[in-house]
């Protein structure tokens, strides 16, 4: 018995070394003790959680490059790959209007904004006009002449997620029609330059534990805990449907895949945890291709479906204006008809796909619904200025995890799913490998195609 207690502290001294995942919840601890019990310090902390985020934003760009190019050439047929955006962006549209229809039903029968009487005059307009940089949505139009690049330098300059797809989608076409014969240096240098890429983001992880804790550290020196009080009706709402699309999406996940969202989420809790701490997807979104890839996931369903994803599947982003929407209306006495919720729907189905990137876009989105409406005074949006931010933790879990239930279910879907891999992974019996090459099991294939399924179960279609 004297010994259990030496040994007890051996083991959690050897878990904080070892263990990002316990790591980062130290980390997560402390930024709320600090930036609680020292606000002014938060601000002096930020810094470092601005710079993990810059450090790993570098890295998206070209990995996505390599990931998609290779995929390609490995899948060795591009019309699958075509198959796959298709498959994607029909999810994508399903799982975002799902989204947003049961945000209203929730707002609907919560109503968090009953009872505030706000008179709209009051509020400060110009803070909402700071928060935007003066901006405004592209239209659909505009998105989609974005997404196309006018310079391969400049994709990869602006970190252009879906540039830098169109690029690279054009690079694997290139190598397929050439043919490995005629290019035969191409793809081991890409996949040399892939190697590099995941070894510099192995670097900058080790330093998510202080991005988490000068990340938080800020969250709760700057704001506060007052917001929980004044909005605790929304935040709580918020953070219920979220919770409840979910737990619908595991029930689809299992059905289609047969893999288990819970067991996912332990797979990926430091992903999870990390992108909590920092309130953004875009920290983790390496890891989470290295994590997916290693799960079953073929390559070119990874490389095209997740980094896609974060442009046109934020459902975390959807229940958030869904809610924020009713919200402000009942916070200044407007009803909003059945027809003008329908107008809701079909407005932010548009104005959330032009969303990533743009600097407030959040209450861009709202300005832009509230101005379709034309019931809503425009300058209602700045009460959602409080509490925006606490809602980042709920946004980028549900975008996130939304993004990789789609990747297993596209990849089962088009057949570039291997379940058995899945299982053995998420049951913990193949542990994850931060480098690629060593994560296949003895005796699998390194691209790990998918397995033959049983004749008589389900075909993804």
């Known amino acids: 018995m004297r010994n259990a207690s030496p040994s007890l ?23 709320v003790l600090v930036g609680a019990l020292w606000p002014h310090v938060g601000t002096v902390v930020q810094p470092l959680g601005d710079g993990f985020v810059r450090l790993i934003k570098a890295m998206i760009a070209p990995l996505v490059f390599c990931v998609v190019v290779t995929g390609i050439a490995k899948a060795g047929d591009l019309k699958a790959f075509g198959r796959i955006g298709v498959k994607a962006l029909l999810w994508f549209e399903a799982a975002t209007t799902v989204a947003l229809v049961v945000g209203l039903v929730a707002g609907n029968l919560v109503r968090p904004g009953d009872g ?3 008179d709209p005059a009051s509020l400060d307009t110009a803070a909402v006009d700071a928060k935007t940089g003066g901006g405004e949505l592209p239209s659909t139009s505009e998105f989609l002449l974005h997404s196309l690049p006018d310079s391969a330098v400049g994709a990869f300059a602006e970190n ?30 890409v996949g040399q330059a892939q190697e590099v890429v995941f070894a510099v983001v192995g670097f900058i992880m080790r330093l998510a534990p202080l991005a988490v804790f000068g990340a938080t550290a800020h969250l709760v020196g700057e704001y506060g805990l007052g917001a929980l009080s004044t ?13 409840v699309f979910l737990m619908v999406l595991g029930v689809a996940l299992k059905a289609v895949t047969g893999v288990s969202l819970w067991k996912f989420m332990r797979y990926t809790r430091e992903e ?6 920092t309130a953004s997807s875009e920290t983790v979104m390496p890891r989470m291709m290295q994590k997916l890839r290693q799960a079953g996931c073929r390559d070119d369903a990874v490389g095209l479906v997740l980094p896609t994803g974060y442009s046109f599947n934020l459902d975390g982003a959807s229940i958030y204006l869904s809610i924020a929407t009713l919200f402000i209306a009942q916070a200044v006495g407007v009803d909003l008809s059945l027809s003008q919720q329908i107008t809701v729907v079909l407005v932010l189905m548009l104005t959330s796909k032009g969303m990533a990137g743009v600097p407030g876009s959040a209450f861009l989105a709202l300005s832009a619904t509230a101005s379709a409406l034309g019931v809503i005074p425009a300058g209602a949006v700045a009460l959602l200025l409080g509490v925006d931010r606490i809602m980042d933790t709920m946004r980028v879990v549900t975008n996130l995890l939304g993004n990789c239930v789609a990747v297993f279910v596209v990849s089962r879907w088009e057949g ?6 899945a299982r053995k992974v998420l049951d913990g019996e193949i542990p994850f490998v931060p480098d690629p090459d060593e994560s296949d099991a003895p005796g699998e294939p390194a691209d790990r195609k998918a397995e033959p399924e049983p004749a008589n179960s389900a075909t993804g279609g």
């Open 9 to 31: 502290a051996r083991r959690l001294v050897r878990s904080l070394r070892t263990s990002l995942f316990v790591q980062v919840a130290c980390a997560l601890v402390a930024g």
């Open 116 to 118: 505030m009487n706000v």
């Open 160 to 189: 252009s997620l879906l540039q830098v797809l169109v690029l690279a989608c054009l690079v694997g076409a290139a190598v397929l029609h050439l043919g490995l014969t005629k290019v035969p240096a191409i793809l081991p240098a």
């Open 231 to 243: 909005y605790g009706k929304l935040i709580g709402v918020c953070y219920a449907v979220a919770l």
């Open 272 to 277: 999870l945890l990390l992108a909590m701490g």
């Open 416 to 421: 570039a799913l291997d379940r058995v891999r």
